[in-house]
């Protein structure tokens, strides 16, 4: 009787965890629609974004059918974020917040800076589309920012690093000596940088600016730990 109890009370948790389960990938899985993406906030927007870095990091990613994905956005896409970040192979977007096909616009340069081609891109995700949030994603241990704290000069990254410029300036003496190797100065380039091209993004662009004023966009510098995958909001 005992048995048969103690294997009914597990058959009921395991099936209840199954239907949980079940029911986190459906809701995870669905595409986003036009109509979803209106009735999406900021905030939800970025909450989706850090609960996909928790399940990452806990290895909990969900399995969706990514060919079903591809299908139900061939007629079109509502990506609620858009992602700056960096080439690093480390830093994928789409795996570090657990997102897949039609979740989120990405654009990625060295550094993760931007250019007038990349804030067009973002213009066209928040006011074509109705994105609703920009991450910019910057890194540690970023081989674009260790170069400018060099001062490199190699062909056409000489005129990439000159987009560090202002980041390297907000470093003082207190910082140490300007040198790649000094992990905390390198750290701090990459959060100011990353924190300046979000504002930046704001500056350069009256058509996203508009929509943060109106609270209809968000837009937030966060760090990814290439040591655990873990990602973490700056303020
Ligand atoms: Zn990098």
New binding site residues.
Partial sequence: MITRRLFCGCLAGGLSLAATAAHAQSTECAVYTPDRLKSTTPDDAIARLKAGNERFTAGKMINCDLMAQVKQTVSNQSPFAAIVG???SR?VPELVFDQRIGDVFCARV???IVNTDIIGSLEYSVKVVGTKAIVVL??NF????KAAVDDVKLGNITALLKNFQPALATLTKADGHRDSHNDPLVQKVAEASARMTAVNIVKRSPIIKALVDAKQVKIVAAMHDIKTGKVSWLT
């Fill in positions: 960096c080439i690093d830093v060295a550094g993760a910057g890194h970023c081989g674009a920012i």
